[in-house]
Structure formats: structure tokens, C-alpha cells
């Protein structure tokens, strides 16, 4: 079963009822125990995080914990509360295995599972709003607001913790992603490097973009205010977008318009960026 039909299961199921943990924890283990044998350099990293973990969560926590350890907060703290938020909220753990399964399927860099779980950073930065969202929701704001920070940082990506993202996500290379507070982001979706789902101005309140399930946003596409951008839509590469994008429509140019319908149903799970140009236009501005 393809991994796209592996999350659409899970969509029916839901995430913990159609576990894919375990499966992908015995994947990323088998790649590891040869990425060992085959790179001594890289050894004890492999057997430390993924080798010497019990569970996938706990080769997950360890993960993390590598990725933001500095004088402020040190790797045994880190590690502490990446296993307490994934233990008190198992779909931490099971979102995370569904986001490895979309890098695996929709990015031809991802040979396995264990490529991106240790080297891609959006999916790092990923891992870690999922930890910051559960830590606002534990009411411990100032924390979340540390790791949103640190994460900025170290990773290049700045995910609001109280943006609400589902599950199955491809955020590609990472740099520069951009994810505001009141931002919504569904299932399934694809996301390039230097994309902002920002706000317009100074206003307050409800002011981000809500992208639906299926959505592939092109590098550099800057989507701006409280629009939605409907399911299995399309948005050019450098796209500036400031009105809403109906379902299975793509939207090019600064500012973006609509030139077209999208050829495929949900155009993040087959990362084609091509456009269609009407007859007779040689660009679209």
C-alpha cells in the first residue's frame, strides 16, 4: 500500500487507531543498523538515537533533543519534556510517523525513512511545534514561545506554536518557512522552502491564511491575511497571494490570480510544480 493510501486510512481510523509507529520505527531500524556498519563516523549518532531507542517516540525525543540543546536548555531537559509531551499526547509520536511517510513518498531525496528522520530539518522543526502546540495547551506559554525561538534559530524555520497544522506534511529544505499564530494548515500538504502564511498588517486577531487539505504551496509564495486557499489548490513558486484560492485551482504571479484548474486532485502528494499558461500568454504577471 503506497504511503499516501497509508495516510488516507489513517484520515478514516484516525492517527492512533492506524498506528504506523511500529512499522516505521522497524523500517528506520533496519536502515540504521547498515548506515552503521557502512559510515563508522556516523555510528554512534545512529546508535544513540535510533539503535539504542525503545519505541519510535523514543527515537524521536532523542532526535530533538539534539537539534536544540544549548547553555539555556541542555539535552537531558530537552529530552525530558519531548517524552513527557509525547507521552501524554501519543499523537505527537503518531502525526510525526505520518510526516516521515509524505517526505518518503513525495521527496526523491528521502531514499528511507531514516534520511529525513535525522538530516531534514523542516521536518525537525515540525516535530518541535508539534511540542510547543501541546506545551500552550498545558497553559506553559513562555516555554512554547523558548522553543519557537530556538527552533527559529537553529533551524531557520518559525512556526507559531499556536498555529494549528495537521498531519501527512512535507515542509521541503525548511529555510525561511514562515507560520503565523492564527495560521491553519490541513492534512497533506506540501510546503517549499521560504513560504510565509503571514498577516497583512497590524491587525490583530483571526489573521492568517488557512491552507486545506491536499494544498501545494511553490518556494518562496508568501500567502497573506485570514484567506483560504480550498483544498487540492495550487500556488506558484514566489507567488504573493492576498485573496482567497478556491478548491483545485492554481494561482501564479504578484499579486497572484487564478489561471487555471489543477490537473491532479491534490497536487501536494505529486509535487508537480508546472502551470498551466492559457493559449497565447507567454507569462503570467
Same mark, same amino acid.
Given at each position: 500500500m503506497p504511503d499516501t493510501a497509508l495516510a488516507r486510512?489513517?484520515? @478514516?481510523?484516525?492517527? %492512533?487507531?492506524?498506528?504506523?509507529?511500529?512499522?516505521?520505527f522497524a523500517l528506520m531500524r533496519d536502515s540504521a543498523t547498515v548506515l552503521a556498519?557502512?559510515?563508522? %563516523? +556516523?555510528a554512534p549518532v545512529v546508535e544513540r538515537i535510533v539503535l539504542g531507542a525503545t519505541d519510535f517516540s523514543d527515537a524521536l525525543a532523542r532526535l530533538l533533543a539534539t537539534k536544540l540543546e544549548c547553555d539555556t536548555a541542555c539535552h537531558d531537559r530537552l529530552l525530558a519534556l519531548a517524552t513527557e509531551a509525547m507521552r501524554v499526547d501519543p499523537t505527537i509520536a503518531g502525526h510525526a510517523a505520518l510526516d516521515l511517510d509524505a517526505i518518503k513518498d513525495r521527496d526523491p531525496a528521502a531514499r528511507n525513512h531514516l534520511t529525513p528522520f535525522l538530516f531534514f530539518k523542516g521536518f525537525h522543526a515540525l516535530q518541535w511545534y508539534r511540542v510547543g502546540h501541546w506545551l500552550l495547551g498545558q497553559g506553559r506559554h513562555a516555554l512554547a514561545s523558548f522553543l519557537q525561538s530556538r527552533v527559529s534559530e537553529s533551524l531557520a524555520v518559525d512556526i507559531h506554536p499556536a498555529a494549528r497544522i495537521g498531519w501527512g506534511l512535507l515542509i521541503d529544505h525548511g529555510t525561511g518557512v514562515v507560520i503565523g499564530e492564527t495560521a491553519v494548515v490541513g492534512n497533506d500538504v506540501s510546503i517549499l522552502h521560504g513560504v510565509t502564511l503571514g498577516g497583512t498588517g497590524k491587525e490583530s486577531? !483571526?489573521? /492568517?491564511?488557512?491552507?486545506?487539505?491536499?494544498? +501545494? @504551496?511553490?518556494?518562496?509564495?508568501? @500567502? +497573506?491575511g485570514n484567506i483560504e486557499i480550498g483544498e487540492g489548490a495550487k500556488i506558484g513558486a514566489g507567488s504573493v497571494v492576498l485573496?482567497?484560492?478556491?478548491? /483545485?485551482?492554481t494561482a501564479v504571479g504578484v499579486p497572484a490570480r487564478i489561471i487555471g484548474s489543477c490537473s491532479e486532485p491534490l497536487p501536494? +502528494?505529486?509535487?508537480? /510544480?508546472? %502551470?498551466?499558461?492559457?493559449?497565447?500568454? !507567454?507569462?503570467v504577471i
Open positions: 486510512k489513517a484520515e @478514516i481510523a484516525g492517527p %492512533i487507531a492506524f498506528d504506523r509507529n511500529a512499522e516505521v556498519r557502512q559510515e563508522p %563516523i +556516523l486577531g !483571526d489573521r /492568517h491564511p488557512k491552507v486545506r487539505d491536499g494544498v +501545494l @504551496i511553490g518556494a518562496g509564495a508568501k @500567502i +497573506l485573496t482567497a484560492v478556491p478548491p /483545485h485551482r501536494a +502528494l505529486t509535487m508537480d /510544480h508546472s %502551470i498551466p499558461v492559457p493559449p497565447g500568454i !507567454d507569462f
